[in-house]
């Protein structure tokens, strides 16, 4: 399980509200925390419809159009490392990583400025289902997250472990303290769903958008994947 929000930085949140519940941060344990962080950052995803945490897709297919964009479904792209056309004889012939550009971490250009001559096409024209194969990294880099200290995304030594943007992991943090203080961020419920007392059930609504502070539903706005393809 990794986290979009660094443990130390979960204990300074709680440590902020901790006055809601009487209790201390040393009364949880880090393996309770950090499974919070875990569904939090999952959470997080699921509401963005985005896959956050740095991995590497290894021949992602594609059904190109004739357009000379391709865009990949995941970003930040931080690394693009092959892209392969159809050949229409049982094989995929990679092209030169010259006759192609990444803009913005999120798209391909193909051909190149300047490469228009120069590539297997002169734009992402094959048409057949599955005809591009792309190889690329893609997200942010959590290595860490369970040990870094709270003033890691200042320090150097520790950028190349840890880039989580700071509003995407305050809200990640925000949501993973209201779970555990409250199941809700208007109720103390202290993360039940359900509860049965005096031969009464209660049941208590799972976590939905509306169900969540400002900063945690600007954060989601602002990283929630708009498909382009």
């Given at each position: ?115 228009e001559a120069s590539g297997l096409y002169t734009q992402f024209t094959v048409n057949d289902e599955d ?18 200290n709270i003033w890691s995304k200042y320090d150097a030594d520790h950028l190349t472990d840890f880039n ?66």
């Amino acid at each position: 399980m990794d986290s979009l929000c660094r443990l130390q930085y979960l204990k300074s949140e709680i440590l902020l509200n901790m006055k809601m519940t009487g209790a201390s941060v040393g009364d949880i344990g880090d393996v309770f925390l950090q499974s919070a962080l875990a569904s939090a950052t999952r959470e997080f995803e699921g509401l963005t419809n985005r896959n956050l945490i740095q991995a590497t897709v290894t021949d992602e297919l594609y059904t190109p159009i004739h357009e000379r964009k391709l865009y990949l479904k995941n970003y930040p792209v931080t690394t693009l490392t092959t892209v392969k056309f159809w050949d229409d004889n049982d094989s995929y012939d990679t092209e030169t990583s010259t006759n192609y550009t990444l803009r913005d971490q999120r798209y391909i250009w193909y051909p190149a400025k300047g490469k228009e001559a120069s590539g297997l096409y002169t734009q992402f024209t094959v048409n057949d289902e599955d005809s591009v194969s792309v190889t690329y990294t893609y997200g942010y880099k959590v290595l860490n997250w369970n040990s870094l200290n709270i003033w890691s995304k200042y320090d150097a030594d520790h950028l190349t472990d840890f880039n989580v943007p700071e509003d995407m992991e305050h809200a990640v943090g925000v949501m993973a303290a209201l779970a555990i203080q409250d199941g809700r961020w208007d109720r103390g419920t202290l993360g039940m769903t359900s509860k049965s007392t005096m031969g009464e059930s209660i049941v208590i609504d799972k976590f939905d958008l509306s169900n969540y502070p400002r900063v945690v539903i600007d954060a989601v706005e602002r990283y929630r994947d708009i498909q382009a393809f």
